[in-house]
């Protein structure tokens, strides 16, 4: 199943490609303050609503999703916590990174069609990880490996904004990864059900029609299972909240003013997003790959703009 908000965070089903079923009604009992409640708490419950979902979907009438605006289908979680430096780079790493990982905001969600702000900061550089996010299902404190995917309710496409280079270089993460519009998400959320193997799945991002991303997240270093087992040994994980799986570096490629970004993670659908820069900074157009083969380190130095004489 595949669940999305439309409009005023109207819960629909998607029942074809560019169709979808609304189900509010279905769901109206969900005790809720906002559409960020509902979809934690329609996850929490939804063994109770899957019947009455799916035949609504089956048999209602299809609203067409052209012209609708589809809104973060997770518009509120909880936690999102975000891997780092979860990928093995095409198999070029020696090892496996020691595993880790962050917090970012919720309040830097945006949606499909939504604009990811640059903030008038000196970062030597802005760019967007695409990554697969797992949804957690139920509640995950101390979850052994061999039970973690009980736990996952589905999947969805994200985005990890990155201002990069800010100082000072020990105080970085925060300011860094939580910059409101920094955590793209959508179109809709997956159930687990739908995916048959997560460590699989094809993920490509493109930059003004460009791909520039495009691995698998067969490249993992801790497979998912592996990262809710840490994770939840550290924190409670509840219903609805976010763990974001990591990126493969090399295609990482910097956002400037006006790009139009798409990321396909196979199976979960097509999550576009503008990019908006008020100070229209420039970067060269390549990927951390493309500096590497040139034998230059570190990342893409500004080229024009405020802030382009200190980077």
């Known amino acids: ?40 708490g329609l996850i929490a419950r939804f063994d109770a ?3 009455r979902l799916e035949a609504a979907a089956a048999t209602g009438t299809p609203i067409p ?82 039970q973690a995917m009980d736990h996952v309710f589905g999947y969805v496409n994200f985005i990890d904004g990155s201002a990069r280079g800010l100082k000072p270089a020990n105080n970085s993460f925060f300011q860094m990864k939580s910059r409101d519009s920094f955590a793209p998400i959508g179109p809709w959320l997956v ?25 698998s997240t067969s490249d993992m270093a801790h497979a998912i299972p592996r990262c809710i087992e840490w994770v939840s040994s550290i924190h409670t994980l509840e219903p609805g909240d976010i763990l974001a799986t990591g990126t493969n570096h090399r295609g990482l490629n910097p956002f400037m003013d006006g790009d139009r970004i798409e990321l396909e993670v196979e199976g979960l659908g097509v999550l576009r997003f503008g990019v908006r820069d008020d100070l229209k900074r420039v970067w060269k157009r390549e990927t951390r790959l493309d500096r590497q083969r040139a034998g230059h ?13 200190a980077a």
Do not use: W
Not at 25 to 32: K, Q, S, T
């Open 49 to 51: 609503y899957r019947g």
């Open 191 to 215: 159930t687990r059900d739908e995916i048959a193997d997560p460590q699989a799945l094809r993920v490509r991002l493109s930059n003004n029609g460009v791909v520039m991303q495009d691995f």
């Open 297 to 309: 380190d570190g990342p893409t130095p500004q080229a024009a703009g405020k802030y382009a004489t």
């Open 65 to 146: 999703l052209a012209g609708k605006r589809i809104r973060p289908p997770l518009p509120k979680p909880g936690n999102i916590v975000c891997m780092a430096v979860n990928y093995m780079e095409d198999g070029t790493l020696p090892a496996p990174a020691p595993i880790n990982a962050f917090h970012k905001a919720a309040t830097a969600i945006i949606g499909p069609g939504d604009t990811m702000v640059l903030p008038d900061i000196p970062a030597t550089i802005f760019e967007g990880e695409a990554e697969l996010a797992v949804v957690i299902g139920k509640r995950a404190s101390n979850v052994p490996a061999a």
């Open 1 to 40: 199943m595949k669940l999305l908000f439309i409009e005023d965070f109207r819960l629909c089903v998607l029942r074809e490609a560019d169709h979808a079923v609304d189900v509010s009604a279905i769901v109206a009992d969900i005790p809720r303050t906002g559409p960020g409640d509902l979809m934690s």
